[in-house]
Protein backbone atom coordinates (compact mmCIF):
# COMPACT_ATOMS: atom_id res chain seq x y z
CA UNK A 1 0.00 0.00 0.00
CA UNK A 2 1.41 3.32 -0.49
CA UNK A 3 2.72 5.88 2.43
CA UNK A 4 -0.56 7.76 3.08
CA UNK A 5 1.37 10.94 3.97
CA UNK A 6 -1.28 13.01 4.09
CA UNK A 7 -3.19 11.42 6.76
CA UNK A 8 -0.04 12.50 9.07
CA UNK A 9 -1.40 15.57 10.88
CA UNK A 10 1.70 17.80 10.69
CA UNK A 11 1.65 17.17 7.01
CA UNK A 12 -2.09 17.62 6.86
CA UNK A 13 -1.60 20.77 8.78
CA UNK A 14 1.91 22.04 7.08
CA UNK A 15 -0.05 21.56 3.74
CA UNK A 16 -2.71 23.47 4.88
CA UNK A 17 -0.67 26.27 4.57
CA UNK A 18 0.72 26.30 1.13
CA UNK A 19 -0.63 29.30 -1.48
CA UNK A 20 -2.31 25.71 -3.66
CA UNK A 21 -4.21 24.47 -0.88
CA UNK A 22 -4.98 28.17 0.05
CA UNK A 23 -6.07 29.54 -3.19
CA UNK A 24 -6.50 26.64 -5.32
CA UNK A 25 -5.23 26.34 -9.13
CA UNK A 26 -4.61 30.21 -8.74
CA UNK A 27 -2.12 29.38 -5.79
CA UNK A 28 -0.48 26.59 -8.40
CA UNK A 29 2.70 28.33 -10.88
CA UNK A 30 1.98 25.93 -13.02
CA UNK A 31 -1.19 25.53 -13.58
CA UNK A 32 -1.26 28.32 -16.76
CA UNK A 33 1.15 25.59 -18.42
CA UNK A 34 -1.17 22.93 -17.86
CA UNK A 35 -4.28 24.50 -18.60
CA UNK A 36 -2.99 25.51 -22.18
CA UNK A 37 -2.54 21.36 -22.59
CA UNK A 38 -5.81 19.82 -21.33
CA UNK A 39 -8.45 18.62 -24.65
CA UNK A 40 -11.68 20.51 -24.75
CA UNK A 41 -13.72 19.37 -21.65
CA UNK A 42 -17.13 19.88 -22.51
CA UNK A 43 -19.35 16.65 -21.86
CA UNK A 44 -15.98 14.94 -20.77
CA UNK A 45 -16.09 12.52 -18.18
CA UNK A 46 -13.06 12.95 -16.33
CA UNK A 47 -10.86 11.66 -13.29
CA UNK A 48 -8.71 13.24 -11.01
CA UNK A 49 -5.70 10.58 -9.68
CA UNK A 50 -4.75 12.57 -6.12
CA UNK A 51 -7.28 14.80 -6.39
CA UNK A 52 -6.48 16.35 -2.83
CA UNK A 53 -8.86 19.06 -1.69
CA UNK A 54 -10.59 18.51 -5.26
CA UNK A 55 -9.79 21.95 -7.00
CA UNK A 56 -9.42 20.46 -10.62
CA UNK A 57 -12.53 18.38 -10.34
CA UNK A 58 -14.30 21.84 -9.33
CA UNK A 59 -12.66 23.30 -12.62
CA UNK A 60 -13.44 20.68 -14.95
CA UNK A 61 -16.97 21.12 -14.14
CA UNK A 62 -16.77 24.58 -14.65
CA UNK A 63 -14.97 24.13 -18.00
CA UNK A 64 -17.98 21.80 -18.98
CA UNK A 65 -16.95 18.54 -18.22
CA UNK A 66 -19.90 15.94 -17.59
CA UNK A 67 -19.32 14.21 -15.00
CA UNK A 68 -16.19 13.99 -12.71
CA UNK A 69 -14.43 11.39 -10.52
CA UNK A 70 -11.57 12.88 -7.14
CA UNK A 71 -9.64 9.33 -6.23
CA UNK A 72 -7.38 10.00 -3.44
CA UNK A 73 -5.73 8.21 -0.87
CA UNK A 74 -5.66 10.25 2.00
CA UNK A 75 -9.24 10.03 4.35
CA UNK A 76 -8.28 14.17 5.39
CA UNK A 77 -8.01 15.59 2.03
CA UNK A 78 -11.19 13.61 0.79
CA UNK A 79 -13.20 14.86 3.91
CA UNK A 80 -11.53 18.78 2.71
CA UNK A 81 -12.71 18.43 -1.17
CA UNK A 82 -16.55 17.72 0.47
CA UNK A 83 -16.55 20.32 2.35
CA UNK A 84 -15.65 22.59 -0.60
CA UNK A 85 -17.93 20.73 -3.11
CA UNK A 86 -21.50 21.13 -3.47
CA UNK A 87 -22.08 19.27 -7.15
CA UNK A 88 -23.48 16.03 -7.70
CA UNK A 89 -21.66 15.84 -11.11
CA UNK A 90 -18.44 15.20 -8.51
CA UNK A 91 -17.66 12.03 -6.68
CA UNK A 92 -14.77 11.16 -4.56
CA UNK A 93 -13.69 7.88 -3.74
CA UNK A 94 -10.83 6.48 -1.62
CA UNK A 95 -8.65 4.29 -3.16
CA UNK A 96 -4.89 3.17 -3.69
CA UNK A 97 -3.55 4.43 -6.79
CA UNK A 98 -1.05 1.14 -6.93
CA UNK A 99 -3.70 -0.77 -6.96
CA UNK A 100 -6.26 1.44 -8.60
CA UNK A 101 -9.01 -0.95 -11.13
CA UNK A 102 -11.01 1.05 -13.82
CA UNK A 103 -14.07 -0.08 -16.13
CA UNK A 104 -12.70 0.48 -19.44
CA UNK A 105 -12.72 2.59 -21.83
CA UNK A 106 -15.02 5.01 -19.51
CA UNK A 107 -13.19 8.30 -19.61
CA UNK A 108 -11.89 11.22 -21.73
CA UNK A 109 -9.78 12.66 -19.71
CA UNK A 110 -7.22 11.20 -16.99
CA UNK A 111 -5.24 13.80 -14.52
CA UNK A 112 -3.22 13.74 -11.76
CA UNK A 113 -1.21 16.91 -10.46
CA UNK A 114 1.64 16.18 -8.46
CA UNK A 115 1.00 12.35 -7.18
CA UNK A 116 3.03 9.90 -9.48
CA UNK A 117 6.09 10.70 -7.82
CA UNK A 118 4.52 8.77 -4.83
CA UNK A 119 4.74 5.96 -6.47
CA UNK A 120 7.46 3.34 -6.72
CA UNK A 121 6.11 2.17 -9.96
CA UNK A 122 4.41 3.61 -12.86
CA UNK A 123 3.60 0.72 -14.95
CA UNK A 124 0.57 -0.91 -13.19
CA UNK A 125 -1.07 2.47 -12.86
CA UNK A 126 -0.45 3.48 -16.26
CA UNK A 127 -1.97 0.21 -17.60
CA UNK A 128 -5.32 0.69 -15.84
CA UNK A 129 -5.22 4.15 -16.84
CA UNK A 130 -4.90 3.33 -20.65
CA UNK A 131 -7.54 0.95 -19.88
CA UNK A 132 -9.83 3.27 -18.82
CA UNK A 133 -10.04 5.89 -21.07
CA UNK A 134 -11.72 6.03 -24.58
CA UNK A 135 -9.80 5.69 -27.75
CA UNK A 136 -8.49 9.19 -28.27
CA UNK A 137 -8.40 10.21 -24.40
CA UNK A 138 -6.47 12.35 -22.71
CA UNK A 139 -3.66 12.00 -20.24
CA UNK A 140 -2.37 14.84 -18.48
CA UNK A 141 -0.46 15.38 -15.34
CA UNK A 142 2.49 16.85 -13.35
CA UNK A 143 5.26 15.09 -10.96
CA UNK A 144 8.24 17.20 -9.89
CA UNK A 145 11.20 16.88 -11.79
CA UNK A 146 13.71 13.92 -11.21
CA UNK A 147 16.54 16.65 -11.19
CA UNK A 148 14.49 17.98 -8.37
CA UNK A 149 13.79 14.33 -6.51
CA UNK A 150 17.44 13.18 -7.25
CA UNK A 151 19.83 14.04 -4.59
CA UNK A 152 21.03 17.40 -5.01
CA UNK A 153 23.36 20.07 -3.06
CA UNK A 154 23.43 23.83 -3.22
CA UNK A 155 27.23 24.60 -4.85
CA UNK A 156 28.53 28.11 -5.49
CA UNK A 157 29.66 29.12 -9.34
CA UNK A 158 33.02 30.99 -10.02
CA UNK A 159 31.70 33.87 -11.90
CA UNK A 160 31.79 37.29 -10.81
CA UNK A 161 28.02 37.27 -9.44
CA UNK A 162 29.08 34.59 -6.99
CA UNK A 163 25.66 32.85 -8.28
CA UNK A 164 24.20 29.79 -6.12
CA UNK A 165 23.33 26.97 -8.31
CA UNK A 166 22.47 23.06 -8.22
CA UNK A 167 24.72 20.12 -8.38
CA UNK A 168 22.90 17.06 -9.23
CA UNK A 169 24.27 13.85 -7.76
CA UNK A 170 23.46 10.06 -8.39
CA UNK A 171 20.93 10.91 -11.47
CA UNK A 172 20.82 7.60 -12.39
CA UNK A 173 20.48 5.82 -9.12
CA UNK A 174 16.88 5.43 -9.14
CA UNK A 175 14.75 4.27 -6.22
CA UNK A 176 12.97 5.82 -3.04
CA UNK A 177 13.88 9.03 -1.54
CA UNK A 178 13.16 10.09 2.01
CA UNK A 179 12.52 13.82 3.07
CA UNK A 180 11.30 16.32 5.66
CA UNK A 181 9.36 17.94 3.58
CA UNK A 182 6.59 19.46 6.09
CA UNK A 183 6.55 16.27 8.07
CA UNK A 184 9.50 13.44 8.41
CA UNK A 185 9.88 10.78 6.42
CA UNK A 186 8.20 11.58 3.17
CA UNK A 187 8.52 8.97 0.79
CA UNK A 188 8.92 9.85 -2.63
CA UNK A 189 10.44 7.88 -5.48
CA UNK A 190 12.80 9.23 -7.68
CA UNK A 191 12.87 7.87 -11.55
CA UNK A 192 14.78 9.53 -14.96
CA UNK A 193 12.99 11.65 -17.10
CA UNK A 194 13.70 9.05 -19.97
CA UNK A 195 12.27 6.25 -17.46
CA UNK A 196 8.71 7.97 -16.98
CA UNK A 197 8.77 8.78 -21.07
CA UNK A 198 8.83 5.01 -22.35
CA UNK A 199 6.69 3.75 -19.33
CA UNK A 200 4.13 6.07 -21.25
CA UNK A 201 4.50 5.02 -24.54
CA UNK A 202 5.43 0.90 -23.14
CA UNK A 203 1.95 1.19 -21.89
CA UNK A 204 0.47 2.03 -25.33
CA UNK A 205 0.17 6.38 -24.80
CA UNK A 206 1.43 8.65 -27.88
CA UNK A 207 3.22 11.56 -26.21
CA UNK A 208 1.79 15.12 -27.13
CA UNK A 209 3.52 17.62 -24.93
CA UNK A 210 6.14 17.47 -22.53
CA UNK A 211 7.30 20.44 -20.75
CA UNK A 212 10.33 20.67 -17.81
CA UNK A 213 8.12 23.34 -16.33
CA UNK A 214 10.38 26.65 -14.50
CA UNK A 215 8.46 30.19 -13.35
CA UNK A 216 8.97 32.90 -16.06
CA UNK A 217 10.31 36.44 -15.26
CA UNK A 218 7.10 37.87 -14.66
CA UNK A 219 5.93 35.14 -12.17
CA UNK A 220 9.27 35.86 -10.57
CA UNK A 221 8.55 39.34 -10.70
CA UNK A 222 5.59 38.76 -8.73
CA UNK A 223 6.59 36.29 -6.50
CA UNK A 224 10.61 36.45 -5.71
CA UNK A 225 10.47 32.75 -3.94
CA UNK A 226 9.90 31.28 -7.12
CA UNK A 227 13.44 32.60 -8.50
CA UNK A 228 15.34 29.56 -7.06
CA UNK A 229 12.88 27.32 -9.29
CA UNK A 230 14.61 29.15 -12.54
CA UNK A 231 17.98 27.51 -11.53
CA UNK A 232 16.46 23.92 -12.79
CA UNK A 233 13.28 22.51 -13.28
CA UNK A 234 11.21 21.90 -10.68
CA UNK A 235 8.30 20.29 -12.48
CA UNK A 236 7.44 17.72 -15.34
CA UNK A 237 3.92 18.96 -17.17
CA UNK A 238 3.34 15.98 -19.47
CA UNK A 239 0.49 15.06 -21.98
CA UNK A 240 -0.22 11.97 -23.74
CA UNK A 241 -2.92 10.19 -25.78
CA UNK A 242 -4.46 6.78 -26.13
Known amino acids: MS ?6 QAFFDGYAQLPRSQRGLDGAPEWAAIQAMLPDLSGKRVID ?19 VVGVDLSEKMLARARELTDDAGISYRLDDLEQLALPAQTFDLVYSSLTLHYLPDLAPLLAAIHHAL ?16 CPTR ?15 NNYQN ?10 DGVRKYHRTLGTTL ?12 VEEWGPGAQQIAATPALAEEAQRPMLVLVSAQR
Open 198 to 209: NALMAAGFTLRH
Open 174 to 183: EGPRISNWLA
Open 3 to 8: QNIYDN
Open 134 to 149: QPGGWLVFSTEHPIYT
Open 49 to 67: LGCGYGWFCRSARAAGAAE
Open 154 to 168: QAWLTDDEGQRSWAV
